[in-house]
T-cell receptor, first 113, second 117 residues
């Protein structure tokens, strides 16, 4: 079946540091890949997505590249801000089976001033 | 464009009771998916509705049931509540433009936090 493995958290960084959150996946077919962000007490917000190999999703300074050869979709940001503190979820939808999102366990990110 | 809304925001029930959670999909979307997010975990797929029919179900017992209405809003019903049902319940809507099997982006509501005592 489909699965997503995320970097263990929590992650604590200083403001303006470089961020990487690792994500690898297992899926049948050709999945679409997503990063969602969850701020305290809120639902999930779509951060970025990529639908085919070598696509790069980007939004709000965050980027992730769909790497089929390494089955990875690592999230990066060059200079984090305190407002980026949240829980980040990597997820996929496969084109085999029903239309469910399969999520990783989430990575809690805390940015300190 | 109206986003996904859910009601109520919070709910407290006792074991054995029944609960109904509601979701209004984003304007123009025809598909609603429900997820359960336990504390500190990623969301787990419960089921999905496409054009008022169930279009896939996760590993949840039959006491979890749902409906989708002609205006594409949806309900999640849980009977015989158990303590482990305490979680954040998330609704997501999408536009499935390719029929069953499309890979359309899902947009989430703020969730309903259910506490079972």
């Amino acid at each position: 079946g489909n699965s997503v493995t995320q970097m263990e958290g929590p992650v604590t960084l200083s403001e303006e540091a470089f961020l990487t959150i690792n994500c690898t996946y297992t899926a049948t077919g050709y999945p679409s890949l997503f990063w969602y962000v969850q701020y305290p007490g809120e639902g999930l917000q779509l951060l970025l997505k990529a639908t085919k190999a070598d696509d790069k999703g980007s939004n709000k300074g965050f980027e992730a590249t769909y790497r089929k050869e390494t089955t990875s979709f690592h999230l990066e940001k060059g200079s984090v801000q305190v407002s980026d503190s949240a829980v980040y979820f990597c997820a996929l939808i496969s084109n085999f089976g029903n239309e469910k999102l399969t999520f990783g366990t989430g990575t809690r990110l805390t940015i300190i001033p | 464009e109206t986003g996904v809304t859910q009601s109520p925001t919070h709910l407290i029930k006792t074991r054995g009771q029944q609960v109904t959670l509601r979701c209004s999909s984003q304007s123009g979307h025809n598909t609603v998916s429900w997820y359960q997010q336990a504390l500190g975990q990623g969301p787990q797929f419960i089921f999905q509705y496409y054009r008022e029919e169930e279009n896939g179900r996760g590993n949840f017992p039959p006491r979890f049931s749902g409906l989708q209405f002609p205006n594409y809003s949806s309900e999640l019903n849980v009977n015989a509540l158990e303590l482990d049902d305490s979680a954040l319940y998330l609704c997501a809507s999408s536009l499935n433009s390719q029929g069953a099997g499309g890979l359309d982006t899902q947009y989430f509501g703020p969730g309903t936090r259910l506490t079972v005592l």
